[in-house]
């Protein structure tokens, strides 16, 4: 019988959330600063967003989904407990992108879309080990792309969407083609508790 595996596969999660009014009109008014390089975007004075009491729902419904893809898709115990790291608002103004790149210091990364204008640019992620699953370093030219040898994704994006991924996963964004702003919050996750294993590898958090 003929099965392929996705062995080793990166989990990218993807759901819809509600984003009341009120939580739309704070993110959107939020101080921004450029963010280097130029047209890099511009990214929200308050690098700890979600702590506002003012998105205190919206911080609930983040987590609710977050801890769907650690312990149900993940299958992560349930003794590790996960918190909201750091947040920030991007805003993507039109000929702004953003540079391959992926998050240090967390575990899993996420991002709320508040505003997508037609043609503001979609989501890239980029494969860890580009043609690995066949061969290292080599270019290999494919009859059709597909998730098992591409070196990169285009996820098409909408707004109220969230996607939920690894932290080490690479992520660019595309150039906005808009006379719109693109508008998305951003977090990361950390965790804390006993990591050990076995009494050489204890790790607690």
Not at 26 to 44: A, D, I, T, Y
Not at 61 to 84: C, G, H, P, S, W
Not at 162 to 169: E, H, K, R
Not at 195 to 204: H, N, V
């Amino acid at each position: 019988m003929k099965n392929v595996y996705p062995l080793f596969s990166i989990p990218l999660y993807s759901n819809n959330i509600d984003i009341s009014i009120k939580d739309n009109k704070f993110v959107s008014s939020q101080k921004n600063k450029l963010m280097e390089p130029l047209k890099n975007g511009l990214l929200s004075s308050d690098n700890y967003i979600l702590n506002n009491i003012q998105l205190k729902n919206l911080k609930k419904d983040i987590l609710k989904e977050v801890y769907f893809y650690a312990y149900e898709i993940l299958n992560i115990k349930k003794e590790i407990k996960l918190y909201i790291n750091n947040s920030w608002v991007l805003f993507h103004q039109s000929n702004h992108s953003a540079q391959s790149h992926y998050h240090l210091n967390s575990f899993i990364s996420g991002v709320l879309y508040f505003k997508v204008p037609k043609n503001s640019g979609n989501i890239i992620f980029h494969s860890p080990h580009f043609n690995y699953c066949i061969y290292p370093r080599i270019n290999i030219p494919f009859e059709k792309w597909n998730m098992y040898n591409t070196s990169i994704w285009t996820f098409p994006i909408q707004e109220k969407q969230l996607l939920i991924f690894p932290s080490n996963l690479f992520h660019s964004v595309e150039n906005n083609l808009s006379n719109e702003t693109r508008i998305c919050l951003s977090f990361n996750v950390l965790m804390k508790g006993d990591l050990s294993d076995t009494e050489i590898g204890e790790f607690k958090l």
